[in-house]
């Protein structure tokens, strides 16, 4: 569907200053942020990786193109990236690809770039960021790419990020999966242990996670623990429990409305608030009030928390801060509804005013193939966004990590095939906007405690002005 916005694009952003860099500067600039532009050599090789489509067979060489790809800035990055220009030049060996990390996930920028004709070919984002370039016009409709894709490809992508990687009412694509970042729940079992209290269990219920979190709060010595940690004044963070309690945080029918005043959404908001300020099971989320834990990493490796709910971005620190402690990831417990965890929708993307069109969509076909998710899962440790790759990934991080062979990483596995229970943040039209009304309000209740569930009630009207105040538009 084609997209428009409203008010015309340049009187809300700016063109290039002489201050700005331009695509030109990022070319030159590549090799000072730690990925030097790579230029694929004309020269035929032996046959890469295969991707979508093509039958495992090497891809036609594309005509001559030259491409700038905005790649993820992770120190590992470099090694992985250099890996897959090197099995793609194999391919396609008369296009030119260079890389750069600037501006990544920064929309402002990224946008100016792009107004000025400047824009990166394939870029990277990841939720209502990539809302944002598409309301603007910068983005071509994934959904017109993947038609060549074949059907056992598609199904091969994990279903819920696949999904979600369209906008809610609309036939448009945002994007390509770059990886999965999903929330566990994460235990320290010595804890448990001392506590004489069993470790979670696929079937735990919310009643059962209220229990454990009042028996794992306790004085440990000196030491003060909590028997969990949510990051609830977070947007992404506590929609799970609203979800689970069959609630929605945008009305699934209109995305310039919120739904945090309905009955379900109001009960999962207030079994958050009561474990913060009724039970006080949850650590505080102010840092004044747990003094020496600035970070919630800290704070579980130093066991002060039992338990914590995040994503698995954290799982390789959490590796290390652990050392030889006993811990272990779980199921987050089932709500009375559903069970539900964050999972993201981290994508790469092709510029609509790309002059290499072709060429884009051959490189974005590369970078989600089961052999790049393999070598991602390998390098950076991420968690691939195609089923068939999930296995590559547990063996790499237990070759890497010896210590984790005793980590339950069927957790992961079976979330993302079997149970399929995550879900993508559900997101306001003006999102920016809407936060401007959602974030005080959660602090109001999670944060100082000033306010009940029912705060999202008082500002339903003052909420559903600003999430359809931008002028955007998918029609």
């Known amino acids: 569907m084609p997209v428009s916005a409203l008010p015309p694009f340049s009187r809300r952003v700016p063109l290039p200053s002489p201050g700005r860099p331009t695509r030109r500067a990022l070319f030159r600039s590549a090799a000072s942020v730690g990925l030097a532009p790579t230029v694929l050599a004309a020269a035929c090789g032996a046959p890469g990786p295969s991707v979508p489509g093509t039958d495992g067979k090497p891809a036609a060489a ?5 491409l700038l790809w905005q790649v993820r800035g992770t120190p590992t990055y470099p090694e992985l990236v250099k890996w897959g220009l090197d099995q793609f030049r194999q391919q396609h060996p008369h296009v030119t690809v260079e890389t750069t990390t600037q501006n990544v996930g920064d929309v402002e920028k990224t946008l100016t770039m792009m107004v000025a004709g400047d824009g990166p070919d394939i870029f990277h984002a990841w939720g209502h960021r990539m809302w944002q370039y598409a309301a603007k016009g910068q983005m071509v409709n994934h959904n017109e790419l993947v038609r060549d894709l074949k059907r056992a490809d598609v199904d ?9 990687l369209v906008i809610p009412g609309t036939n448009f694509r945002f994007g390509m999966p ?7 729940l994460y235990y320290n079992r010595t804890l448990f242990q001392k506590r004489g209290h069993k470790e979670p269990t696929a079937d735990w219920t919310h ?16 030491k003060k623990v909590w028997g969990g940690w949510v990051q609830a004044a977070n947007f992404d963070r506590f929609q799970a429990h609203v979800l689970m309690y069959g609630g929605h945080v945008v009305d699934p029918r209109d ?3 919120s739904a945090l005043h309905e009955a379900p959404a109001q009960q999962g908001l207030e079994w958050l608030r009561a474990r913060y300020w009724e039970d006080q099971t949850l650590a505080p989320l102010e840092e004044a009030r747990r003094p020496g834990q600035p970070s919630r990493f800290e704070a579980f490796s130093g066991g002060h928390i039992a338990t914590l709910e995040d994503g698995m971005h954290g799982f390789q620190g959490v590796v290390k801060a652990m050392g030889n402690q006993e811990w272990n990831i779980a199921h987050v417990p089932k709500g009375p509804a559903r069970r539900a965890v964050l999972g993201t929708t981290d994508s790469w993307a092709l510029w609509k005013n790309t002059k290499a069109k072709d060429a884009g969509w051959e490189l974005l076909k590369f970078i989600t193939s089961r052999e790049w998710y393999e070598q991602q899962a390998r390098i950076d440790g991420t968690i691939p966004s195609r089923k068939s790759a999930l296995d590559s990934w547990v063996k790499a991080n237990q070759e890497q990590w010896p210590s984790t062979h005793t980590v339950n990483y069927r957790v992961v596995t079976d979330a993302l095939t079997t149970l399929n ?3 993508v943040d559900e997101i306001f039209l003006c999102q920016a906007e809407a936060l401007g009304v959602v974030q005080p309000a959660l602090d109001a209740l999670y944060k ?13 009207t003052q909420l559903d002005a600003a999430a359809g105040s931008c002028g955007i538009s998918f029609a």
Do not use: C, H
């Open 178 to 184: 770059t990886y999965i970042n999903m929330v566990v």
């Open 255 to 257: 995305t310039k409305k």
């Open 62 to 66: 594309t005509a001559a193109a030259r």
């Open 156 to 164: 091969d992508f994990v279903d819920f990020q696949w999904k979600g």
């Open 448 to 460: 100082t405690g000033t306010k009940p569930a029912s705060v999202f009630a008082e500002v339903r």
């Open 421 to 423: 229970y995550p879900t």
């Open 207 to 222: 009643d059962d996670y209220a229990s454990m979190l009042k028996l794992m709060t306790f004085q440990d010595g000196e």
